[in-house]
């Protein structure tokens, strides 16, 4: 059974930096589509970035130029590197595996615990 382990979340001032990381036992992330989602209260879950094995990224509107999503396959983990952070960016942060690059919200594992960001000055 693959547990996700999100890390990396805090309080932060509007304009700050955070870097998010993900890991994993049991699987290489390296051969599958990883996706970085986030989820406010009332909401549903939503995908801000992918990344391919291929090397691809994708990103939603909203964090393009701010949000950069990465690997290191040597750690199996992912990362998520937030500059210029806003107060719209507050969110319990998530990853999972994708299984199409098509499908947001058909995912390989269970979701693991998250990760709190705030933005809040």
């Known amino acids: 059974q693959v547990q996700l382990v999100e890390s990396g979340g805090g309080l932060v001032q509007p304009g700050g930096s955070l870097r998010l990381s993900c890991a994993a036992s049991?699987?290489?992330?390296?051969?599958?589509?990883m996706g970085w989602y986030r989820q406010t209260p009332g909401k549903q879950r939503e995908l801000v970035a992918t990344l391919t094995p291929g090397g691809h990224t994708n990103y939603t509107d909203s964090v393009k130029g701010r949000f950069t999503i990465s690997r290191d396959n040597a750690k199996n983990t992912v990362y998520l590197q937030m500059n210029s952070l806003k107060p719209e960016d507050t969110a319990v942060y998530y990853c999972n595996g994708k299984r199409s690059y098509y499908n947001d919200y058909n995912v390989w594992w269970s979701w693991g615990q998250g990760t709190q960001v705030t933005v809040s000055s």
């Open positions: 049991g699987y290489i992330f390296s051969i599958v589509i």
